[in-house]
């Protein structure tokens, strides 16, 4: 059954730049199939630009990914780290995710488009920032394409496992929404990986996307993280202490 991707979305949006939110937490079977049914908007949210929703598994070389259904991922676009904090404080919904892992993040370029984000986030594959970085793709997947789609995301994904300077990464889907959430050591690891020629799995998805696209509506994100939070069972993300450095 296809439901709406949409969770939160607010029609007025500033020109300032988002601060981005990423949450991932295991919420058990049940709650996670809740979290993932809903069809009404979380209405009434200070600060909520647009939020998204999927269910989480590690990224796999395997044509038809196997989500447990107890992690659950929420990416969400704010005003200011104001309104996190009082979603975060004061709203019920944010308990389910309070024990696990949480990161803010700033846009530092963009590729497409997406609800929640402005136009004019620099679309320059250059940018001055080379600490941890963290890419957010998201995707309204036309179902006509999800053969091809599925076959690009395998051999992509293997390429990012396999890349030198990734710590860490999921995919979220919930169906016609699909994205992924991906960690490095560096934007320069990032870009290796992205556009190198060692391993062609991300370019050749790139261009596979850019004859016919998969999607609707896509949308690839670099971003810089400033504040992490928590941890997840087994393999975890960019840990606290890793944004001394470049923080600091």
């Known amino acids: 059954m296809v439901v709406s991707n949409l969770l939160i979305i607010r ?13 991932i937490a295991d919420v058990g079977r049940g709650a996670a199939l809740r979290l993932l049914s809903k069809r009404t908007a979380l209405a009434g949210v200070p600060g909520l630009r647009n939020a998204n929703i999927g269910a989480a598994t590690p990224l796999s070389t395997s044509l038809l990914p196997s989500p447990s259904f107890r992690r659950v ?3 969400a676009f704010w005003d200011d780290d104001a309104a996190i904090e009082s979603f975060l404080r004061s709203d019920s ?11 803010r993040l700033e846009p530092l370029r963009m590729f497409g488009s997406w609800p929640g984000l402005p136009d004019d986030i620099n679309r320059s594959r250059h940018t001055d920032y080379d600490g941890p970085a963290l890419v957010l793709t998201f995707g309204r997947l036309r179902l006509t394409q999800t053969v091809r789609f599925l076959r690009a ?6 390429a990012a496992i396999a890349a030198p300077g990734a710590v860490w990464a999921t995919a979220l889907a919930r169906p016609p929404f699909v994205a992924t959430c991906s960690i490095w050591e560096s934007a320069r690891a990032l870009s290796s990986y992205a556009y190198g020629t060692n391993d062609r799995g991300h370019p ?3 261009e596979s996307d850019s004859a016919k696209p998969f999607h ?9 993280p400033y504040r992490v939070e928590g941890s997840l069972g087994g393999a975890n993300p960019l840990a606290a202490g890793a944004l001394a450095a470049v923080t600091s």
Request: net charge positive.
């Open 216 to 224: 609707r509506r896509s949308a690839f994100v670099r971003l810089r």
């Open 93 to 103: 919904r944010a308990a389910r995710f309070a024990d696990g892992w949480s990161a």
């Open 73 to 75: 991922g929420l990416i």
């Open 11 to 23: 029609l007025e949006e500033a020109d300032v730049t988002p601060v981005v939110s990423v949450h």
């Open 204 to 206: 050749d998805a790139m």
């Open 153 to 158: 995301s395998a051999k992509a994904a293997g």
